[in-house]
């Protein structure tokens, strides 16, 4: 008799996005949602305590017991919230791990959101089977990435405060900014190429996904770059994060 204990086949993510917290349980066989999807506002301010207040209602009414991951849109290191250029300024220095172990009341894995959409794209989408370097760009508020070498994540890459332009690259090329100042595909396009040359030229990946809202509008803005290095968009586009964050649950 063996006594490893037996592989989960669903485990819970919640992704925390600027607007919505989003949970569901994943069949990890599969990489898809096992159950709706529960979508809770996000609080304001996103302060650690309401956010982790809103991060256990989900968890509540996910109503599947299992591991549970959850995202951060910052730098997640040992547990430890250590950036916030789109969050409450308050979670600088914050253990995320503790807050939701004593939240949810169950032990909790935290990552980085874009960590955990790449690593989701890595396993069921885009990347599948890709070998080399791998990078995953998601254009939303602000813009993430994921690296990954022969699939394994080297976390916490912060690609989208690159600087370019005089700026961080996410002020230039982040999804929000081509919808606040409502850029044309073809302008918004052209902003993409040159972020997504200074990633060529820093990484020389073999391969770029881009993950994000946009990815589900790919023909508008892809026709138009010229890159040397493939570009391809992400497959399971808003529902990345929640599904790598199952996949790291603890
Ligand atoms: C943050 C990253 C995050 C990205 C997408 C950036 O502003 O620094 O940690 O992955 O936004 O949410």
Redesign the pocket.
């Known amino acids: 008799m063996s006594d490893a204990k037996a592989a989960p086949e669903v485990a819970i993510g919640i992704d925390i996005?600027?607007s919505g917290i989003k949970g569901a349980p994943v069949a990890l066989n599969a990489g898809t949602f096992a159950a709706t999807r529960v979508r809770l506002l996000t609080p304001t301010p996103a302060t650690p305590d309401a956010v982790a207040e809103v991060v256990a209602q989900v968890w509540e009414q996910v109503g599947v017991d299992g591991p549970l991951g959850v995202t951060?849109?910052?730098?997640?290191r040992d547990g430890v919230v250590e950036?916030?250029?789109?969050?409450d300024r308050g979670w600088i220095g914050v253990n995320a791990v503790d807050l939701f172990t004593k939240a949810t009341g169950r032990a909790v894995g935290v990552v980085?959101?874009?960590?955990a959409a790449g690593i989701a794209e890595m396993k069921y989408g885009a990347g599948r089977d890709r070998a080399g370097v791998v990078v995953m760009l998601?254009l939303?508020?602000?813009?993430?990435?994921a690296v990954f070498v022969d699939g394994t994540l080297v976390p916490?890459t912060?690609l989208?405060?690159l600087p370019l332009h005089h700026m961080?690259a996410?002020e230039w090329a982040?999804e929000s900014v081509r919808e606040r100042e409502n850029l044309s595909w073809k302008h918004y396009a052209h902003r993409l190429q040159s972020y997504l040359e200074l990633v060529e030229r820093l990484l020389w990946p073999q391969l770029i996904v881009i993950g994000?809202g946009v990815s589900k509008k790919s023909e508008k803005f892809l026709p138009h770059l010229t890159l040397r290095t493939e570009v391809v968009p992400a497959q399971l586009h808003n529902d990345a994060g929640i599904v790598g964050a199952a996949l790291l649950a603890p």
């Open positions: 996005g600027g951060i849109p910052g730098v997640v950036t916030a250029a789109n969050i980085n959101d874009a960590d998601t939303g508020t602000g813009i993430g990435s916490n912060e989208g405060h961080d996410e982040a994000g």
